[in-house]
Structure formats: C-alpha cells, structure tokens
Nanobody, 123 residues
Framework: QVQVVESGGGLVQPGGSLRLSCAAS????????MGWYRQAPGKQRELVAA???????NYADSVKGRFTISRDNAKNTVYLQMNSLKPEDTAVYYC?????????????????WGQGTQVTVSS
C-alpha cells in the first residue's frame, strides 16, 4: 500500500507565495517521477510541474518562471514553490507519485494520487 499526502495549501493574496509539500510513503521500492496537477472549478485537471528521479523537470507554460518543483529523494517528498501567484492559479492541487511497489519488477509502475489541497488566490 502506498500513500500520498499533500500539505501547504491555503488563501493568499495576488502576488504572494505558497509552498506545497507532498510525501509518498508505504511499500515503495522506487519512485520514477513525482508531480503536481491542478483542477479549477469547471475545468479539466492539468499538469503544473513534474520532476523525475534524475532531477529533470517539466512545467506548464502558465507557471514557468513563477513556480519551482524540487524533490528530496531520501524522504520521497516533492515540493512546489509558488511565487507571484495570480487569481487564475486558484485550484485544487493534486500530487502524484509514479511508484514501483515492493515486490514488483521495476518495469511495473503505478500512479498514486493524493487527496488534493486547495489553493485560493484572492484579495
């Protein structure tokens, strides 16, 4: 069993900053990639940022230069530093971890999701 838990959401004024954290735990052999998605009301879930085990990162165009994803492999934790926040960043932010569980071949990778954390950018 693998658990993914996010924290750090909240209410912030436009131009402010927030830092989200996400920890994966449980029966984990390895984690290939971790990432953040978001879903605003009435919209589809979209990729915000992702980071693979080697450290390469990928960002949505809308957050490039404002958001930074980082990872602590020893703690199976990923962070999302969000600066210069805009009202359009308001959404539920979901963390995912692409995991090979204990007892599986490394070619077997499963995606696990957290429960989501609300980020609201408003004055």
């Amino acid at each position: 069993q693998v658990q993914v838990v996010e924290s750090g959401g909240g209410l912030v004024q436009p131009g402010g900053s927030l830092r989200l954290s996400c920890a994966a735990s449980g029966s984990i052999f390895s984690i290939n990639a971790m990432g953040w998605y978001r879903q605003a009301p009435g919209k589809q879930r979209e990729l915000v940022a992702a980071i693979i085990s080697g450290g390469n990162t990928n960002y949505a165009d809308s957050v490039k230069g404002r958001f930074t994803i980082s990872r602590d492999n020893a703690k199976n934790t990923v962070y999302l530093q969000m600066n210069s926040l805009k009202p359009e960043d308001t959404a539920v932010y979901y963390c995912n971890a692409d995991v090979t569980p204990m007892g599986y071949y490394t070619s077997s990778v499963f995606r696990y999701w957290g429960q989501g954390t609300q980020v609201t950018v408003s004055s």
